[in-house]
C-alpha cells in the first residue's frame, strides 16, 4: 500500500536509519537464516556431545549463539579433547607427525 502511492522510480530511495529498503531485506533474511542455522547446529553439538560422552553444555550455546564460527571453535577443541582422552588414535597420528618434523 505504501509503496503503491510513490511516484515511479523512487521506491528504490527509501531509506530508513540510513539503508535503503534492499538493504533491510537482506539484513533480515541473513539473520534469519544465521538464527536457524544456529539452532540446528547447535542441537548437532548436543546430540555429539551425549554420543561421544564429553563434557561441554557450554559448546551447545556458544554454537547456538555464534552459528558457523562456533562450529568451528566446537570441532578443534573436539579434535584436541579426543587426543588428550586417547580416544582417536588417528587424530594423535597427526600430532606425533607434526613432532617429528621439528
Known sequence: MFLQNLP??????????GMTLQTWIFLIIFLTLWFISGILLGQWV?????????????????VSLTSIVGLAFYLI????AKCALEEDEAACAVEELKKEDI
Open 77 to 80: 577443541v573436539r579434535y584436541n
Open 8 to 17: 515511479p522510480g523512487t521506491q528504490d530511495e527509501i531509506v530508513f536509519m
Open 46 to 62: 548436543k546430540k555429539d556431545i551425549e554420543r561421544s560422552e564429553l563434557v561441554g553444555s557450554a559448546y551447545v550455546i556458544i
